[in-house]
C-alpha cells in the first residue's frame, strides 16, 4: 500500500522501527558497512547542539530525541511510535499531532530538530513542514538519509513488517549542500555516507 505518512504505516511499525538503528530483524542482512560508527557521530552531534527548547517534529520512537538536551518535546502523528518514545523519554513532552499543522503558538521553541522525515514527503508537504518548523522555531536542525550510499535520488521502496504486510514508502536522500540550498543556507553539522545533519536559521529561510 502506498502510504508513507500514514499513521497506519507507522503504528504497526512501531514496535520494529529501531530494527534500523540496532542492525536487528529484517536489517541483519543488509549491508550496513560504517552505520553503527556513523550513527554514534549522529547521536554525538544532536548531543553537542546546546540545551535549548527543542521540539522534535515526527520524533518516532525518540532513538534521536533522547540525545536532545535542554527542555525537549516530541511530536508524532502515530500513538503508538509515542507508546514507544514515552519509555525512553521520561522527561520529555510528548504530543500527538500533525507535522504540517503544529499545535503551537509562534515562537513556542528555541529549535525544531526532525530526524528522518523531511525526506519522505512530497514538494507539496515539504513547503508545509517547512511553513510551520520556521513559525515555531528561529532554527532548523534535519537528520536525514545521505545521497552517498545510495544509486538514486529518491524511490519508491518496498517495506515489509514483520506482520506481513507490505508498504510502498516514499524515500529522498540528501548531498549536504543541496539539502541546504532547499532550506535556503545554513551550516553542515555532519556529512557521510549514511547521514546528513543541517542546521539552517529561519532567516535563510
Ligand atoms: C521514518 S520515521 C522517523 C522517526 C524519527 N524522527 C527518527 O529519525 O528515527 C517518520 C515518523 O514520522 C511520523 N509522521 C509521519 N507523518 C507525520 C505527520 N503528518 N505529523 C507528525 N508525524 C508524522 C511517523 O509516525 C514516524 O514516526
Redesign the pocket.
Known amino acids: 500500500m502506498r502510504e508513507?505518512?500514514?499513521?497506519a504505516?507507522?503504528?504497526r511499525?512501531?514496535r520494529e522501527?529501531?530494527d534500523?538503528?540496532l542492525g536487528h530483524g529484517a536489517w541483519v542482512e543488509r549491508d550496513r558497512e560504517g552505520f553503527d560508527e556513523e550513527l554514534a557521530r549522529v547521536c554525538e552531534t544532536l548531543f553537542a547542539l546546546p540545551p535549548t527548547r527543542s521540539l522534535?517534529?515526527?520524533?518516532?520512537?525518540?532513538?534521536?530525541?533522547r540525545h536532545l538536551r535542554g527542555e525537549v518535546t516530541g511530536?508524532?502523528?502515530?500513538s503508538?511510535?509515542l507508546e514507544v518514545a514515552a519509555g525512553r523519554l521520561p522527561h520529555a513532552t510528548l504530543v500527538q499531532?500533525?507535522?504540517?499543522a503544529l499545535p503551537f503558538p509562534d515562537d513556542a521553541f528555541d529549535r525544531v530538530v526532525?530526524?528522518?522525515?523531511y525526506?519522505?514527503?512530497d514538494a507539496r508537504?515539504r513547503a508545509a513542514?517547512l511553513r510551520e518548523a520556521r513559525r515555531v522555531a528561529p532554527e532548523l536542525v534535519l537528520?536525514d538519509a545521505s545521497r552517498e550510499h545510495s544509486p538514486v535520488d529518491d524511490e519508491w521502496s518496498e517495506r515489509r513488517l514483520l506482520d506481513g504486510s507490505r508498504w510502498e514508502?516514499y524515500k529522498r536522500y540528501f548531498a549536504p549542500d543541496p539539502l541546504l540550498g532547499e532550506l535556503g543556507g545554513g551550516e553542515v553539522l555532519h556529512a557521510g555516507r549514511w547521514f546528513v545533519v543541517v542546521r539552517s536559521p529561519r532567516s535563510a529561510g
Open positions: 508513507p505518512t500514514a499513521p504505516y507507522y503504528d511499525r512501531a522501527y529501531d534500523w538503528y522534535d517534529v515526527a520524533c518516532g520512537t525518540g532513538f534521536l530525541t511530536l508524532d502523528q502515530s503508538r511510535m499531532g500533525d507535522a504540517f526532525s530526524g528522518h522525515f525526506g519522505h514527503v508537504e513542514f537528520v514508502v
